[in-house]
C-alpha cells in the first residue's frame, strides 16, 4: 500500500516562507514523477510544481523564482520550498504520485494521472 503524508503547513505572513513535506512509503514502488498541487476554496486544484526521479523539475508560472521542489537522496521525502509567499498561495497543498514519467512532462501536471495522493495540508498566507 503506497502512502503518502503531507506536513508543514501553517499560517505565515506576506513575504514568509515555509517548507512542505511529502513522505513516500509503500513496498514494491518506485515513483517516477511526483507532485505538489493546490486548491484554493471555489477553485479548480491546480499543478504547483513537478519532480521526476531524475530531479527534473517544472513549476507553474505563478510560482516560479519564489518555490523550489527537491528529494532526499532515497527519494522518500519529496519537499516544497516556499518563500516570499503571497495571500494567493493561501489553499491546501497536496501533494501526488505516479510510477509514469510522462506524468511529469509539461508544466501543468495534470490531476487525474496521479494515482496516489496525500491527505493535504493547509497553507494560508496573511497580508
Known amino acids: 500500500q503506497v502512502q503518502l503524508v503531507e506536513s508543514g503547513g501553517g499560517s505565515v505572513q506576506t513575504g514568509g516562507s515555509l517548507t512542505l513535506s511529502c513522505g513516500v512509503s509503500?513496498?514494491?514502488?518506485?515513483?517516477?514523477?511526483m507532485a505538489w498541487f493546490r486548491q484554493a476554496p471555489g477553485k479548480e486544484r491546480e499543478g504547483v510544481a513537478t519532480?521526476?526521479?531524475?530531479?527534473?523539475?517544472t513549476y507553474a508560472d505563478s510560482v516560479k523564482g519564489r518555490f523550489t521542489v527537491s528529494q532526499d537522496s532515497a527519494q522518500s521525502t519529496v519537499y516544497l520550498q516556499m518563500n516570499s509567499m503571497q495571500p494567493e498561495d493561501t489553499a491546501m497543498y497536496y501533494c501526488?504520485?505516479?510510477?509514469?514519467?510522462?506524468?511529469?512532462?509539461?508544466?501543468?501536471?495534470?490531476?487525474?494521472?496521479?494515482?496516489?495522493w496525500g491527505q493535504g495540508t493547509q497553507v494560508t498566507v496573511s497580508v
Open positions: 509503500g513496498y514494491a514502488y518506485s515513483w517516477r514523477c
Open positions: 501526488a504520485a505516479d510510477r509514469r514519467l510522462a506524468s511529469c512532462a509539461g508544466n501543468s501536471p495534470v490531476p487525474l494521472s496521479f494515482n496516489y
Open positions: 519532480i521526476d526521479s531524475d530531479a527534473v523539475t
